[in-house]
């Protein structure tokens, strides 16, 4: 049984910071946040993904070089930095994980991911 808590968001000004906390309960391949795209059909984006036990980590262009995802194996716990924060990252941001092995150039596909954390909001003012 895998569960996924998040928390850390919140409302910044463009520019700004803000870090997301995403604790794991379960035993886990891979863990990533995503994020709703405006529009109907409640879609989501991959922003970043790490393979646990210090493994890989992909990142979705819009965000390299300023989201680090990164792990806490001693508190279970995935967490995502989030620098240089843009309106356009404003969303609901949800942490997911996958039990199965994962293809590399698949980790940033929602569909994927089998358990979700319920969400957390991201606002960023102009």
């Known amino acids: 049984q895998v569960q996924l808590v998040e928390s850390g968001g919140g409302s910044v000004q463009t520019g700004g910071s803000l870090r997301l906390s995403c604790r794991v309960s379960?035993?886990?391949?891979?863990v990533g946040w995503f994020r709703q795209v405006p529009g109907p059909g409640k879609k989501h984006e991959g922003v970043a993904v790490i393979l646990r036990g210090g493994g890989r980590k992909d990142y979705a262009d819009s965000v390299k070089g300023r989201f680090t995802i990164s792990e806490d194996n001693a508190n279970n716990t995935v967490y995502l930095q989030m620098n240089d924060l843009t309106p356009e990252d404003t969303s609901v941001y949800y942490c997911?994980?996958?039990?199965?092995?994962?293809?590399?150039?698949?980790?940033?596909?929602?569909?994927?991911?089998?358990?979700w954390g319920q969400g957390t909001q991201v606002t960023v003012s102009a």
């Open positions: 997911a994980a996958s039990r199965a092995p994962v293809r590399d150039t698949w980790l940033l596909l929602p569909s994927v991911y089998t358990h």
């Open positions: 379960g035993t886990t391949y891979c």
